[in-house]
């Protein structure tokens, strides 16, 4: 009878205890001392809890959580910059009408960090983005180094206005080169699956999908129809052209509740070539088509880049929406991508800890963000909200 009654007694406290501290997990996983009984019934709540918690607190990330993220990552990425190197993270704009805009990011920036910002070279010039090494250290050193590829680009340019495919955006070919050879290893390719941290924007992905989907596959129709041209292989200057398993075409339709990953040609590039790059061959990309105008790494190729110690020879803030990274990826490429994403994110937030879009979100997650594992694909979740870099550190950073 006794035991009957504490068990009542206790149950009631319990219950009690719960509807005053309904959202403190760890106050009631204090209380260790219950009978078997009494644990159970903690078990069934502790899930009634976690149900309540569900639907009732916001685990869906927004697109302000989402941006601040995106700037927390940009500070700490430019902080790292500066303390390793001694030198400011640069980023470049394309035209000088870009000027302006970017300014305002660096006005904004300086609370935190001090970055550069100056025009990138332009297209005409030199179309492509090269991942550095010990011997290519900067982008003078790039341009003469690859002035094969600059013919190269140019001939898949001419190419392309002949095949007629009208416009091509975001349209970057990823390449391996050395003193004999030149590999192209083809488009962006997408694939589509399921978030975990936001919720569904069906509408606006599906849109964004289809076009990206067209894209990628007008450049593996140029791949195709340049690898037919040159019958497996031609010599431009005494180095063999040759294009390297093109990805087939992206067929996949869009469904409900999905987003989509885009795996850029410089990420493609260093998946495949990750175990034969030596000191005599770089990566690089080549900006294809008249409207694909940047000759700078998106931020998120970049972030990859740098954790590769293959910086780019050019970053920008622009876009890099919806950017992913294939699974032929190494492990060990991705978690140095992963512990540097870790690493900048806790450098970033120091700075911007009262971001309150962004701690309104994350504290959902307090109990599985141990060490903040969940950041990484928090972040990849974070650039399909589809919206440049620059606009994502405006919409979050306070006024100067
Ligand atoms: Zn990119």
Redesign the pocket.
Same mark, same amino acid.
């Given at each position: 009878m006794r035991t009957v009654f504490k068990f009542y007694r206790s149950t009631t406290l319990l219950l009690i205890f719960m509807f005053l501290m309904s959202c403190d997990k760890e106050s009631i996983e204090s209380e260790t001392n219950y009978s078997k009984e009494n644990t159970t019934i903690k078990k069934d709540a502790e899930s009634e809890k976690a149900g309540l918690t569900k639907d009732k607190l916001h685990k869906v990330m927004t697109k302000e959580a989402a941006d601040a993220l995106s700037t927390i990552i940009v500070v700490g990425y430019a902080k790292d910059v500066l303390s390793s190197t001694g030198k400011n993270a640069i980023f470049q704009y394309e035209s000088p009408k870009d000027f302006a805009v970017h300014q305002k990011v660096q006005k904004k920036l300086k609370k935190y960090v001090t970055v550069d910002i100056n025009q990138s070279i332009p297209k005409t010039t030199f179309p492509l983005i090269v991942a550095k090494n010990n011997r290519i250290s900067n982008t003078e050193i790039a341009m003469l180094t690859g002035s094969t590829e600059t013919k190269l680009a140019k001939q898949l340019d001419l190419r392309l206005k002949k095949m007629n495919l009208g416009p091509l955006y975001g349209a970057?070919i990823g390449g391996y080169s050395d003193a004999s050879k030149i590999e192209l290893v083809g488009a962006s390719d997408l694939e589509l699956y399921t978030p975990r941290y936001r919720g569904a924007d069906d509408e606006n992905v599906k849109n964004a999908y289809n076009s990206a989907k067209e894209y990628s596959n007008k450049v593996i129709d140029l791949l195709t129809e340049y690898q037919s041209s040159i019958s497996g292989g031609i010599s431009i200057g005494g180095v063999k052209i040759s294009v390297k398993d093109i990805n087939p075409k992206v067929t996949s339709n869009f469904s409900t509740g999905k987003m989509f990953k885009s795996f850029?040609g410089?990420?493609v590039a260093m998946s495949k070539y990750a175990s034969s790059i030596d000191k005599n061959s770089f990566l690089f990309e080549i900006a294809c088509s008249s409207n694909t105008t940047k000759i700078s790494? =998106?931020f998120? =190729?970049a972030t990859f880049m740098a954790s590769q110690k293959n910086s780019a020879t050019s970053v920008h803030l622009g876009r890099?929406d919806n950017?992913n990274i294939p699974s032929s990826c190494s492990p060990s490429m991705l978690s140095a991508w992963q512990s540097n994403i870790i690493k900048w994110y806790e450098i970033g937030l120091k700075s911007l800890n009262k971001n309150s879009d962004w701690n309104a979100f994350i504290s959902n997650y307090s109990g599985e963000n141990r060490g903040n594992k969940l950041i990484p694909q928090m972040f990849l979740e974070a650039l399909t909200f589809e919206d440049s870099f620059t606009k994502r550190i405006i919409n979050t950073l306070p006024d100067a």
């Open positions: 970057y850029h410089m990420i790494s =998106c998120p =190729c890099g950017w």
